[in-house]
Structures are given as C-alpha cells and as structure tokens.
C-alpha cells in the first residue's frame, strides 16, 4: 500500500468518530503533559536547592562544636558543646594549605531595635573573611574589617531584610545607630541582596566583630562554628581529612572521642540531589500510570473500530488485500492517535511547566530529554496497545467477515 494512500485512509477512519477519538487521544494528552510537567518540577526544585546550599559560600566546610552521634537512628550532641575557639580557626588557616580561607563565627539570635521600631534576628560575629568564605558582597558602607575585631569597636553590618524592618524600604542604614540586645552599635554597612532558603537566610542577619560578640553576647572565647573554604571542588575532602586531623591533634583526642563534627558541602548536595532525584523519578511514575491508562484506551477504542468495520476488513481482503496491509493500517491508526496525544500533550505539559514558574509556586527546569522520552513512549503506546487489535484485524477469514452482522 502507498504511504499517501495509508495516511489519507487513517485520517478518514480517524475522523469518522470525533468525538471518540478525541476523548481516546484525551487519555495520552494527560499522561504525557503530566509527566512532562511532575519531572520539570522535580529538577527545577533539584536546582534550586543545589543553588541555595551553594549561596552560602563555594567549596565550603563547617566545623561544629559536638560530636555527631546516634541514638536511636536520630543525630545527636552536634553544636551542643563548647569546644571550638578562635585558635583552632587560626590553626586551620596558618598550617593548612588547602583553606583558601577561614571564618569563625559565633551565632544567636537577639532583640534589636531602633526608633520605637524592634525585630528578632540573627546577630553573627566574625571576620572579615566572612564576604569570602560564604559570598556576601556589600552594597553600601563597608564590611567588618580586621582594625574592628582588634578593637572590639561596637559596629554592625545589616542583611537587607534586617534593614528594611528597622529603618523601611529604600532607607539607607549606613550611620544609623541600633540597640542590640540593650548595647548601642553604629550601622556600617548593607549586604546585598542574596534571598532565604530552608538552610540560611543571610538577608535576615546583623554581623558584628567577633570579639564584640564574644565580649557583651557570649562572654567567653568559643564560637558556634568555623566555615572554611577549600581552594578548589577538588581539594574539599582533604580539606576535611587535613582538619580532622588538625583538630584532633589540637585538642588531644582521639577519633572516636571527637569533640567536633564536619559539614561536607559536597555531601550536602550529593544527598540533596539524591532525595530530589527520587522524588522526581516517583512523580513521574505515579503521572507514567495515566499514560498506561490511556494505552488501554487506545487498545479498547481500537478493538471497537475492529469490530466496527469487520465488513470492510472482509472486503478488502476478498479483492487482495494482504495480511501485512490490514495490520499496517490499524497500527497506523492506533499511532497516529498516540503521537497526536503526544504532542498536544508536550505542548502543554510546556504550558504547565511554564506557568506554574511564572506564577512562583515552584521553579521549574524543563530538561529536553524528558520530551523527546515523553514522545517516544507515545509512539510505543501506540505500537504495544495498538499490536492485538491490528493482529486481530489481520488475521479474520474474510468469509466469516464478510457475512458478519
């Protein structure tokens, strides 16, 4: 049979029922657009928390105070001690090659005010290797420098969240005076603006020098944590390895009493594109079972039309038509039908993917690999369930179907 004459008699059996052919190809749309759409916002979710864990600084570490134990499966002790000082920081950048940079940090949150106006923040101590190690860049005034810690100078750095909760928006702060937990501190600085996530939002912080914060907030030498950043991806687990070691000869102790446990910021991500990438993966399994569902209903509308056009199957096989011509033209038909779906379905798995980021309810990120699997798997549709009824087609006595009723 000439391909023109395949096509032409397809789209005439196609659109002799309309309506039953739409809602057969209704099935497909659906399976296909969900798909698309539920793996567009698993990776862009993937993406965004990968962006998120990487906002707070390139190539970083954190060492904590506490061991990181287990009872009961559940993690315990971490941050939970004090055994962490401002020396093993400065250890870890004197005689460790690999840390392009270090800075301890000591962490609460506190009352500040200003002008009868008052929030709840985070007020972090540190250095001035702080911009560095966790990229905050500074939008006016300037940062904490080395002068300021040596002197314990009572100045302050605001997140922009911070500043337009105490001053309002497009206020500057810089020169401004606030009350940090009943202690006056000159406004410096304004960082720029990075955005919240689940981990860290540095808009809603106040950094001050960390001998201030350790004078008037903790009144001792330890710190919360010490960030380092690893001079390259590739040298992040020796970084770890050299301050492990490091740490542990510092504090003498051995590895099972370790008074300090290490974030991975490789590993963070690693488990966090993990945990997303089975998450997608089940959405677009729980979105794949419309589209076996609407393979069987394409088997069951074409083992109706079968049934519906015995007479002419009769017929054409009466005049010579051969076995391997009426299987062609039905699995033609139940393919054609598919990839209609399927594009329809593209199209506004697309449209979903598209407006659903627009709209901010979640980010999206459309990977091109899923659509041209997408449409595969519709022309597969229509070869697996359009198969049985083709065969069933091809293989009736032309006899029996001509005298059928």
Avoid: C
């Amino acid at each position: 049979m000439i391909i023109s004459d395949l096509l032409e008699e397809t789209f005439l059996a196609l659109s002799s029922n309309k309506v039953r052919s739409g809602l057969t190809i209704l099935g497909i749309i659906i399976g296909i657009s969900s798909v698309i759409a539920m793996v567009s916002i698993g990776q862009g979710s993937q993406a965004s928390i990968q962006a998120s864990i990487q906002s707070i600084g390139a190539n970083l570490i954190q060492v904590q105070p506490g061991s990181q134990r287990s009872f009961a499966g559940v993690a315990t002790q971490r941050g939970s001690a004090k055994s962490l000082t401002a020396e093993d920081a400065q250890a870890i950048a004197d005689e460790i090659s690999v840390a392009q940079a270090v800075a301890p940090e000591v962490s609460s949150r506190y009352q500040v005010a200003v002008k009868g106006t008052n929030t709840n923040t985070s007020i972090v101590g540190t250095t001035s290797s702080y911009t560095q190690v966790r990229n905050v860049q500074v939008i006016e005034g300037n940062f904490i420098t080395d002068q300021q810690n040596s002197s314990v100078a009572k100045v302050a750095v605001l997140g922009p969240t911070v500043s337009t909760d105490l001053f309002g928006e497009g206020v500057s702060p810089v020169g401004q005076t606030i009350r940090i937990n009943g202690s006056q501190f000159t406004v410096i600085g304004l960082t720029v603006i990075k955005g919240g996530s689940s981990f860290s939002n540095q808009d809603d912080m106040i950094f001050i020098p960390l001998s201030t914060a350790q004078r008037y907030f903790s009144g001792d030498e330890y710190v919360t944590s010490i960030s380092v950043q690893a001079t390259s991806e590739k040298t992040v687990d020796e970084l770890e390895t050299e301050i492990t070691n490091l740490l542990l000869s510092r504090h003498h102790l051995d590895a099972a009493s370790a008074d300090f446990s290490i974030l991975n910021q490789t590993d963070i991500i690693a488990t966090a594109s993990s945990v997303t990438e089975t998450f997608t993966t089940l959405l677009a399994a729980v979105a794949g079972i419309s589209l076996v569902v609407g393979g069987i209903g394409i088997m069951n509308m074409m083992l109706t039309s079968v049934t519906e056009r015995t007479k002419e199957i009769g017929l054409r096989k009466a005049i010579g038509a051969k076995r391997k011509e009426i299987e062609q033209q039905f699995l033609v038909e139940s393919v054609m039908l598919t990839l209609a779906g399927g594009i329809i379905g593209i199209a506004l798995g697309l449209g979903i993917s598209y407006v659903v980021s627009v709209l901010g309810i979640v980010s999206t990120s459309v990977s091109w690999s899923s659509v041209l699997l997408a449409f595969g798997v519709s022309a597969a549709i229509g070869i697996v369930f359009g198969y049985y009824p083709a065969r069933r087609a091809a293989g009736m006595n032309p006899i029996v179907a001509l005298r059928y009723e």
